[in-house]
């Protein structure tokens, strides 16, 4: 409860500074989002459909939401993006991102990312009893127009990065392939399973021709980011729906410097 309580302390302060400094300074909020299941199950990475359909809402009326491919293209410096722009990504690819987030993001308009796991057991996610959705789901979410599908290996391990270089290559390489069979997709957009990356899966990733690659660290992108640690706002059940406001913005690069400072 202390704890909650000096985290929200925190954001508040944080979040005064930013309002009180943006109209001088204009800088700008872009945001990339994570998200893994939308239901009420009760997991603690999951998010309720109603508070996810609030978020939503709250992201079409406050903030210019564009596709991941643009969040990058940003990155790069081949083009610039509102003030107040957010991406939307998933993880792992759960059977109630079908049936719960995407009714939402087709009712709002809203385009977004579902980095899947690829291996033939839809049964359970990792860490969790939730079912995947099958390519049957992934086809009609594309066909949409708003639903992309990017890799996240084939089967989520634990730690990738403690994997030898041809167990990585393979868990890269045929999750890129049963994309581009089952789909018709050439994905080049990656995030690691669990956030843990270094410098040979990012080597591997450029090989087999990704452009960027997603982490779980928080932050603002920002233009002249590293595309292979690019980083991500988590969205999940312990986020009230301030705390979901003032994650959106400069507030939250503050936070992650505090924190690290404070681990240190």
């Known amino acids: 409860m202390l704890k909650q309580l000096a985290k ?4 508040t302060v ?17 945001v990339v989002l994570m998200y ?7 997991w603690s990475l999951s998010v ?13 009326q406050n903030y210019q939401v564009v596709s991941l491919d643009k969040i990058i293209r940003y990155a790069k410096g081949e083009i610039s993006l509102p003030s107040k722009s957010v991406a939307i990504t998933f993880d792992d690819g759960y059977l109630d991102n079908y049936l719960n987030a995407w009714p939402i993001l087709k009712k709002y308009n809203l385009p977004a990312t579902i980095f899947l796991i690829t ?30 599908i990017e890799t996240h290996t084939d089967s989520h391990p634990d730690d990738l990065k403690s994997l030898a270089p041809d167990q990585i290559k393979k868990e890269i390489i045929i999750a ?43 932050g603002l992108i ?18 009230s729906f301030f705390a979901f406001k003032v994650r959106l913005t400069k507030a939250i690069d503050w936070y992650a410097k505090l924190k690290k400072i404070l681990i240190k």
């Not at 929200?8 to 954001?11: D, L, N």
């Not at 893994?36 to 009760?42: A, L, R, T, W």
């Not at 920002?222 to 988590?234: A, E, N, P």
């Open 14 to 30: 944080f979040y005064i500074i930013r309002s009180l400094l943006k109209p001088i300074l204009g800088f700008k909020e872009v």
């Open 36 to 42: 893994h299941s939308v239901d009420k199950n009760g």
């Open 48 to 60: 309720d459909p109603e508070v996810f359909e609030r978020q939503m809402r709250f992201l079409n």
């Open 176 to 218: 890129k392939q049963k994309i581009k069979n089952n789909l018709g997709v050439d994905s080049r957009i990656f995030a690691f399973p669990g956030g843990k990356y270094n410098q040979k899966i990012i080597d591997c990733l450029k090989e087999e021709g990704y452009i960027a690659s997603f982490t779980t660290d928080e």
């Open 222 to 239: 920002k233009l002249g980011d590293d595309l292979f640690r690019l980083k991500r706002i988590s969205a999940h059940r312990s986020v």
């Open 8 to 11: 929200t302390t925190i954001y």
């Open 119 to 148: 291996n033939e057991n839809r049964t359970r996610g990792p860490g969790c009893t939730f079912p995947l959705f099958y390519w049957k789901e992934a086809k009609e979410m594309i066909n949409s127009g708003l639903i992309s």
